[in-house]
């Protein structure tokens, strides 16, 4: 049972160390990535997701390689989580040629057609109109897959979430609108801008919006299965609520003054990973069996920095027809 009362999905535990590993994965990106910044190694600002690895990994794991995605500009997770390698990403974001666009977008704007990810953006709230389309894509394809639209919660004050909301219920499209609400829009509180809930603002439109402890991975797939199937069966758009917290500022160059110091150390205790090692230790698996995985991710994340920092830079080359 979960905190609502409702049954939940069992999963194994050989699903549950392939989540172990791939939030590890993500949660080691993002320190690395953190560091290159502080060395002046990465141009402009990116925004990473420590704390955040549950969300993209549960959904992830519920959908088909077919099925889309829409990142959010702090989406380096749900980008490895659908299944672009560290490599691949880390060389984008330093702006290497060996990166999946060739290092010419950088940390924000991902695209990657083999993983069909569509497209993130710097722009806050810019996928919603962005998902009714490729939504009424793929309804008017009769194609059998949803896409996954991710969004903060401040992004849900923005007048085209309201639209897009609008439409996707009105149209009846596959779509399903995955909130990460880990309180802060930059350095504002979530209370201090909005009197309703996002889940709230969805059911506005007649649509189905559940919630869900956002660092607790199993619970997320479990909810996410659920949404799925429904999505696909009846063509209709959702919403599901993940409750988390960025234990990282906004950017890597943001220091949280805004945060209580009290708040931080409360959300500390609820780590993903921790929570999820604590309970594979719980489910009597072996405590090498983590090591290993420990082992493993280092491995692929050192490889993936010497990887990036060896390739080349991109280079352009621009014609102008008179």
């Known amino acids: 049972m979960n905190e609502k009362g409702e049954k939940r999905m069992s999963v194994s535990n050989s699903m549950l160390l392939e989540f172990f590993e791939d939030m590890l994965l993500i949660r080691r990106f993002e320190e690395t990535l953190y560091n290159l910044a502080q060395q002046g190694k990465v141009h402009g600002s990116v925004h990473l997701c420590v704390g955040e690895e549950a969300p993209p990994v549960g959904v992830s794991a519920s959908l088909t390689q077919e099925d889309y995605i829409l990142p959010t500009h702090r989406g380096h997770g749900q980008a490895l989580a659908k299944g672009v390698t560290a490599k691949q990403l880390l060389s984008e974001i330093l702006g290497r040629e060996t990166g999946i666009c060739k290092g010419r977008v950088g940390s924000m704007h991902l695209y990657d057609t083999t993983t069909n990810i569509l497209g993130s953006n710097g722009i806050v709230g810019a996928q919603f109109p962005m998902s009714v389309g490729i939504g009424l894509g ?49 350095g504002t509180h979530y209370e201090k801008t909005s009197k309703v809930a996002v889940h709230e603002k969805a059911r506005m439109f007649k649509m189905h919006a559940d919630t869900v402890d956002g660092n607790d991975v199993e619970a997320i797939y479990a909810k996410m299965v659920e949404i799925v199937a429904m999505v696909k069966t009846e063509q209709k758009p959702a919403l599901l609520e993940c409750y988390s917290y960025r234990l990282s500022g906004h950017s890597a160059f943001d220091a949280r003054p805004y945060r209580p110091k009290a708040e931080l150390e409360a959300w500390k205790k609820l780590d993903p990973i921790g929570r999820l090692e604590a309970n594979l230790l719980e489910n009597k698996v072996e405590p090498a069996v983590l090591e290993e995985i420990k082992t493993r991710v280092a491995q692929t994340i050192a490889e993936a920095e010497q990887y990036a920092l060896e390739s080349p830079f991109t280079t352009f080359e621009m014609t102008m027809e008179q």
């Open 138 to 186: 793929i309804a008017l394809q009769n194609l059998n897959r949803c896409l996954v639209c991710y969004f903060g919660d401040g992004a849900s004050n923005q007048g085209n979430f309201y639209e897009a909301l609008n439409m996707a219920s009105l149209w009846n499209l596959p779509i399903i609108y995955l909130c990460i609400n880990n309180l802060y829009g930059m």
